[in-house]
């Protein structure tokens, strides 16, 4: 998923298209788990999305990634926070689900990185530097993985570049359980206000709902009417134990494809 940069529409939906066609290959050939990792790490890989290269800078002029992963079979949640200078930030976040120590921050992360041998990488391109020089802010900007395998097992996956122009060390929704959250009733990927998605609770109410027993599309419909009331803008991708795909938003375009295993589309939304 992707919000935000409409002037390259057509490169968007190629991307996507592709990219999704890639993925479901890899879900029907190994699981949930790994297809989101693969499908992640090829987001990140494309300087069109805000995510590994590509990635937007903060006010210090500095990249800061950020990526969650979360596996709800073993629900188990693993994330790192504002990392610097490594190619894929959601492979660092992957790492960590074995560890007893599943989320890890600034600094840290990055040494964290090195230490596991993930190699020096510079994430920046020449759009986001003038971007960074003229002083161009957003308010968002995520890719996220949601999918089911054929043993039932949930997988979510996000990351994300910030916000450009943020305060150095600002913390999105995408490395915690509001933006980024599978249990095994459903899986769910937020984009939008990273602070209004936070507030919300969005990816794990939403989740919890579905558990006890509402649907999928009628658990992400409320979250999104009562993120409204408050004026909260943010938009979610989401998938249900029972193979139920649903998107829903009220903030600007998102970008997103589904493959159910017959139908492939891609959308601006």
Request: proline fraction near 2%; charged fraction near 20%; hydrophobic fraction near 35%.
């Amino acid at each position: 998923i992707l919000e935000g940069d409409v002037s390259k529409k057509k490169d968007l939906q190629i991307a996507l298209n592709d990219i999704c066609k890639s993925t479901y290959k890899k879900l029907l050939n190994s699981d949930s788990y790994s297809a989101v990792l693969y499908g992640v790490c090829l987001l990140e890989n494309n300087p069109l999305f805000n995510a590994g290269t590509g990635s937007k800078l903060q006010k210090d002029g500095r990249i800061r990634m950020s990526a969650g992963i979360m596996n709800g079979d073993k629900n188990i949640f693993s994330g790192v926070i504002n990392i610097q200078n490594v190619k894929n930030p959601i492979l660092v976040a992957d790492r960590l689900q074995t560890e007893k120590h599943t989320i890890v921050s600034g600094d840290k992360a990055t040494q964290l990185a090195r230490d596991l041998g993930f190699q020096q990488y510079n994430p920046l391109i020449q759009k986001r530097w003038e971007e960074h020089l003229k002083k161009i802010k957003g308010n968002t900007g995520t890719v996220g993985v949601v999918a089911l395998d054929k043993n039932g097992v949930i997988v979510t996956g996000t990351s994300t570049g910030g916000i450009g122009g943020e305060i150095p060390g600002r913390v999105s929704d995408s490395p915690t359980v509001a933006g980024n959250y599978a249990s095994k009733f459903a899986g769910i990927s937020a984009t939008g206000i990273g602070e209004q998605i936070v507030n919300s609770g969005a990816a794990v109410k939403i989740a919890t709902r579905v558990e006890d027993g509402m649907i999928l599309k009628d658990a992400v419909d409320k979250c999104i009417t009562d993120a409204s009331k408050l004026n909260y803008e943010f938009g979610v991708i989401s998938i249900s134990h029972k193979g139920d795909i649903y998107v829903n938003k009220n903030t600007d375009s998102i970008f997103y494809a589904w493959h159910d295993g017959e139908n492939i589309d891609v959308f601006n939304y």
